[in-house]
């Protein structure tokens, strides 16, 4: 045959191939009424999922599920979730000491736990705002103290019922949080261990009543920046 | 020109019927197992098709399956499976705590020869199903090869936390 002839037999070949599989019904790979497609793009990401910037600091989900665990567990414990009188807690940053090489402010971690407990408490817990404790002596002052012109006070009584003295805390949280790290100088790896240590303590003699421990251990090129 | 001819016919009919060969109007194929609707209480469901996942076998003639749906099979409980799993579930149960507040635990095992890192998270219920709190935040748990770990979570409503549903996730 000559080349022509093998060109002719070649296209009509191809194109018997193809009619051939005209008909050839198509068949759906999933017909239910699930679609498991993925959604639309978003920036927004969940707090308590890893997201897309990883690195070997403390992040996210893991201040998420760190607070989450403690309340639980603080919850479950009776010397602070189980007294007749609800004990009066405090819960801020103050004894909460950031000695780790991750740069983080320790306030994401404290108010999470205050503002989670405080609310998952009902009435199980009391806490006294004491990092607000110059807002209240100064309203309480205006309240009190006479205004020099008239010699009455400044404002007005408010509607709740004046009291002596301000709270005074039962138990105090205090804690650290601590960091163990290694880098491989050949491949850049970066390993950075976290532990993160949780206590109440007694306001009145000193005993901890309470303890909880949250850790982790993560390995990343250390591309990161924890700002 | 005769025999090219006879080659070219020869040729195109095999090519056809080559080509034709695999339109059978049936087919059977395999279908990812729909999730059985509403919420089986006090249980742990794995949502991670990587984990674990279940297939079912249909049959589709010309587009149209043939018999039940694969929703209906499940609902129905007859659907026979193809399943494939990493991990399982061992035991799982939930007890109340000295304050009342409700614990929940599921011993898992890694069927792998590699370390696993899962996650877990758990809604808690009042006696009507209602959703008591938010869900937990997911909490991570390390299974070891062929080894098991224990998910544990906690309540944080002290009263009336009557039912639960835990998820287990991979972590990625």
């Not at chain 1, 005074?168 to 100088?185: A, C, E, K, Q, Y």
């Amino acid at each position: 045959m000559k080349q022509r002839e093998w060109i002719i037999l070649a296209v009509a070949g191809s194109a018997l191939l193809f009619a051939g599989c005209a008909t050839q019904p198509t068949y759906p790979v999933n017909t239910g009424p699930v679609d498991t497609s993925p959604g639309r793009s978003t920036v927004y990401e969940d707090v308590g999922s890893i997201g897309r910037n990883q690195g070997i600091g403390m992040e996210s989900q893991d201040i998420a599920s760190m607070t989450d665990k403690m309340v639980g567990d603080m919850l479950a414990t009776p010397a602070l979730a189980g007294r007749k009188a609800s004990p009066r807690v405090i819960i801020d940053s103050e004894y909460f000491k950031n000695e780790s090489s991750t740069r983080i402010n320790k306030n994401i971690i404290t108010d999470r736990l205050r503002v989670e407990l405080n609310r998952a408490a009902n009435g199980r817990m009391i806490f006294v705002g004491r990092h607000y404790s110059d807002m209240v002596e100064r309203e309480r002052a205006l309240k009190r103290d006479a205004a020099r012109a008239t010699g009455d006070p400044m404002v007005d009584k408010g509607t709740l019922e004046a009291t002596r003295t301000t709270l005074g805390g039962d138990f105090r949280m205090g804690g650290r949080i601590t960091t163990l790290d290694s880098v491989n100088s050949s491949t850049g790896l970066a390993t950075r261990m976290h532990q993160i240590v949780f206590e109440m303590v007694d306001l009145e003699n000193g005993m901890i009543v309470w303890s909880g421990i949250y850790d982790f251990k993560k390995t990343a090129q250390d591309d990161v920046l924890y700002r | 020109m005769i025999g090219m001819t006879r080659t070219a016919i020869v040729l195109s009919a095999s090519l056809w019927a080559a080509a034709c060969a695999t339109t059978d109007p049936c087919m059977t194929i395999m279908e990812e197992r729909p999730l059985k609707s509403g919420i089986e209480m006090n249980s742990v469901h794995i949502i991670d098709s990587s984990l674990e996942s279940s297939r079912i076998f249909a049959t589709y003639c010309e587009g149209v399956r043939l018999g039940p749906t694969a929703q209906e099979q499940v609902e129905s409980g007859q659907a026979p499976d193809i399943r494939t799993y990493k991990i399982t579930v061992e035991q799982y149960d939930s007890q109340l705590t000295p304050t009342g507040t409700r614990e929940v635990w599921a011993i898992l095992r890694n069927h792998t020869n590699f370390p696993l890192m899962v996650e877990g998270r758990t809604q808690f219920f009042d006696s009507h199903k209602a959703p008591t709190e938010e869900a937990t935040a997911w909490q991570r748990v390390q299974l070891p090869p062929k080894s098991i770990a224990t998910y544990r979570e906690m309540s944080k409503q002290s009263r009336g936390v009557d039912y639960y549903h835990i998820e287990i996730r991979e972590q990625r």
